[in-house]
């Protein structure tokens, strides 16, 4: 494998962690303020669908983006009555958005554009442009460096570097901010929150807000930064690999960040038969490196984990002592 | 303290959940510009309406009375089993490999090996996410929803590359011999003189189904292994404190759980399609989530969400052949049911609650 082979999969590697990264840290938000969220996979679904719809009829991404963030919300803010207001199990809610984003996403778009559940193919302004960072022609002759900051680094849509801003971000209002010392709290003791005064209900809704925003750029990301357009089921089990590495991560920014970075580059690899091929020697069944990112999430979670202790209050409705 | 009366409990609130349910699935039919009520009319009619309707609608059920009582035992155990899907796939291979490579001299004692079959592959997918969720931690609706993706990707490669006959383009196995074929309930009623539309795929896996459930009962309510699986349920650390090995219950659990779910194969590969087909259980492993729900884990409520969801199921293929309503419909109703029944079971339980208190105080 040759240099430029190496870039190319980084590149691709990038790309493909995105989505999950944005799926990691918008469980993170929700976990650490103590509501669990299996339904990561289907907000990020339905911004996906809903943002490659506006965006194809109007042709404007921005418009499209603004619409998935909307549609995560809305998942989100229904999470947030179920499990939060009405107590209610938050796996089972997850699971139920999970279904209704899969059958809405299909029903809408096949009722709007008959075309067996896609969305057309969005072009021009209906995509998110790749950005060229600064000097990245200037040093695309200088070896090694040079080379990987214009190969890997640049020429991304300009959601890959919101979604790495947003690694020092949440590390940010987590860790060092008074909202992020409460969010945290909430998921581990919530009574404690509630006997200083501050409201749990509004601090999780808060969280599970926050979660909704990064679930929906996620979902934009994929269909209208990676893909040109919508298919059915097109998160394809994303939503889960990001708990995965969230749990990898032991819940924390840094760690998202680079455990979504290896998810992407072992999707990256898996897109790569010849790749394989070559360094393994012998000829790998296609079924197999389809399979391989979900068998590899399931090797990680099972053998290098080591312990990992969720949030003290994840999973547990609140009930106010009166 | 007992706020409201048991009827209520198992039937009014289950009741209202499921009107919400159909109400706002009604919304959205309206919202995509088609009429509601000519398209509950037109379920009814297509399900239920003739007996060609039921030999589809008890023939959907049967394979969500497998899928429903697999999640059921698994919730017994507080575990959330959403692998029904890969374990039914896994199920199909088990009762395909039997079918295929043994001669069977006669179809009762095919029905017999191939059930053995179907439970052992399902029970094998689901005991992998079991140990793992028992010895190493991890979180087992993640583990079997990734198992999910794998056993599509294993029945991808076993029917395209090595059950495939040489020549067939569609990666599907050969047909099952004669002798594996499973009589349908339109023969075995034919047989005794009433009338049943034939060509329906409703078959002897019914009865099978049927004494699943009794025996789930059983298991759980009459048995030493079911009083732990529920101990270990309600509370993990007392189960410990009684004795009771969880890695053990988890592994054991999620085995039933799993073999009742690939079971549902003995229905649709061996009993309907008679060959292994690409995505043969199309969604039914997921369905039986809302079964499980809606039946709140209790074999005789599975059967009634069962049959409900068979009747939606049929009547959805018929609104998606004279309609341009998709069958996606399916998959927003379900999902509906889910959260109505599941996850804001609270928000019509409480005013329910409050409404036998204020009779109550006026009445006492």
Known sequence: MDFLTLLQILDSSLRLATPLLFACLAGLFSERAGIFDIGLEGKMLAAAFLSAAIAAVYGSVWLGLFAGLMASLSLSALHGVASITFRGNQLISGVAINFLASGMTVLVAQSWFSQGGRTPPLQGSGRFQEITLPFADALSDVPIIGQFYAEVISGHSALVYIALLAVPLSWYVLFRTRFGLRLRAVGENPAAVDTAGVSVIALRFAAVGICGVLCGMGGVYLSTGLDAGFGREMTAGRGFIALAALIFAKWRPWHALYATLLFGFLQAIALRPDVIEALLGFKVQVQLLKALPYILTVVILAGFVGKAIPPRAGGEPYVKER | ?364
């Open chain 2, 1 to 364: 303290m007992q706020t409201m009366p048991k009827w209520a409990d198992i039937l009014l609130i289950p009741l209202i959940n499921l009107m919400l349910a159909f109400l706002i699935s009604g919304l959205v039919i309206l919202a995509i510009g088609e009429d509601p009520i000519a398209a509950l009319s037109l379920m009814v009619d297509g399900a239920l309406g003739s007996s060609y309707g039921w030999g589809f609608t008890l023939y959907y059920a049967t394979n969500f009375i497998f899928t429903g009582l697999a999640v059921a035992v698994a919730f017994h155990a507080a575990l959330f089993n959403i692998g029904g899907e890969g374990q039914a796939a896994l199920g199909g291979l088990g009762v395909a490999l039997i079918c295929l490579f043994f001669p069977w001299p006669h179809w009762t004692i095919a029905l017999l090996a191939a059930s053995l079959g179907a439970a052992a592959f399902g029970a094998l997918w689901a005991t992998i996410p079991a140990y793992l969720q028992a010895k190493r931690g991890s979180h087992i609706v993640i583990t079997t929803i990734m198992f999910n993706f794998i056993a599509a990707s294993l029945l991808n490669y076993v029917l395209v590359e090595i059950l495939r006959p040489p020549g067939r383009m569609d990666p599907s196995s050969a047909g099952f011999p004669e002798a594996t074929h499973l009589p349908t309930i339109s023969d075995m009623l034919n047989a005794v003189g009433i009338p049943f539309a034939a060509r329906t795929p409703a078959n002897v896996t019914l009865i099978i189904a049927l004494i699943a459930c009794v025996a789930v009962y059983f298991l759980i309510w009459r048995t030493k292994l079911g009083y732990q699986i529920r101990a270990f349920g309600k509370s993990e650390p007392a189960a410990k404190y009684a004795g009771i090995s969880s890695v053990k219950i988890t592994m054991i659990a999620m085995a039933i759980s799993g073999g009742l779910a690939g079971m549902m194969a003995i229905n649709n590969v061996m009993g309907e399609a008679e060959r292994l087909v690409l995505n043969s259980v199309e969604g039914a492993g997921f369905i039986g989530i809302a079964v499980a729900l809606m039946g709140r884990s209790h074999p005789f409520g599975v059967l009634l969400a069962s049959l409900l969801f068979g009747f939606l199921y049929q009547g959805g293929a018929e609104l998606a052949l004279w309609t341009s309503i998709p069958r996606d419909l399916i998959v927003v109703i379900q999902a509906l049911v889910i959260l109505f029944t599941g996850a804001l079971d609270g928000m019509v339980r409480r005013p329910v609650e409050q409404m036998f208190l204020m009779m109550r105080k006026r009445g006492g």
